[in-house]
């Protein structure tokens, strides 16, 4: 960390208050804000003051708790746009440099996010049985997105199951060509070696979760077919 900043105290643009009141702060005001806030060799504005739960600063001003990067940008670049969201550049949430913060929709500051699980979700390129989303297996949801092959393999169960009849779900295949790969970001099925799709099995070697879902799922339809076959070989 460095000396606190001392950023000029005059021309400094008025804030707006969470009340719609816009506000210019007093030179002491202003003391009180620079004092808290140290560069670090990234070029962050780093907030020594006081922190909230996720990390972002907090300020008091005009008995009101702002959001230190927030003030800081209103200070020293202007109003933030309505309806948009200050998203952070370097992934810093205590860092109130207004060069590393973006005006973005919400929608966008989330799908930015490395943790957000709607990130996460946006990324994936398969569901979790293995088909992939494409233009034409993707549905839109309440919650986001879904897959047009699983939801149409679950109204198939259904029927079969107010009909009566027997029913063995579809599980793509793999094939067993091609199983040098040159990728090492992939598995030998093409499957991205993403955090949420990789595990590590007992000998320390990097797995991937959907072949792993895949091949469960295709000895548990052969158990399935055998064990709806096998009665009516017995009363051959």
Not at 72 to 90: K, N, S
Not at 109 to 132: D, F, M, V, Y
Not at 153 to 170: I, L, M
């Amino acid at each position: 960390m460095g000396a606190p900043l001392k950023p000029p105290f005059e021309n400094m643009k008025p804030v707006t208050l969470p009340d719609g009141r816009q506000h210019q702060l007093t030179e002491k005001q202003l003391h009180r804000l620079w004092g808290s806030v140290e560069p670090d060799e990234a070029g962050c504005w780093i907030w020594t003051g006081r922190l909230d739960h996720r990390g972002y600063g907090r300020f008091s001003l005009r008995r009101r708790i702002l959001l230190v990067y927030r003030v800081t940008y209103m200070l020293l670049v202007g109003e933030i746009p309505a309806g948009l969201h200050l998203d952070h550049l370097c992934r810093v949430h205590a860092c109130c440099n207004p060069a590393h913060l973006e005006p973005v929709t919400c929608r966008e500051n989330i799908l930015r996010s490395p943790i957000a699980p709607a990130a996460i979700n946006a990324r994936k390129t398969h569901c979790q049985k293995g088909h992939e989303f494409t233009p034409e297996n993707t549905v839109a949801t309440p919650t986001g997105r879904g897959c047009l092959t699983c939801q149409r393999e679950r109204g198939r169960r259904r029927y079969a199951e107010a009909t009566g009849r027997s029913y063995t779900a579809e599980v793509p295949g793999h094939s067993k060509q091609g199983q040098r790969r040159e990728d090492p970001d992939v598995c030998v099925h093409g499957h991205a070696f993403t955090p949420e799709n990789t595990y590590i099995d007992p000998r320390g070697t990097a797995r991937c979760r959907t072949c792993r879902t895949l091949q469960d799922r295709r000895q548990r339809a052969r158990q399935k077919q055998a064990q709806s076959t096998a009665p009516k070989e017995a009363t051959r």
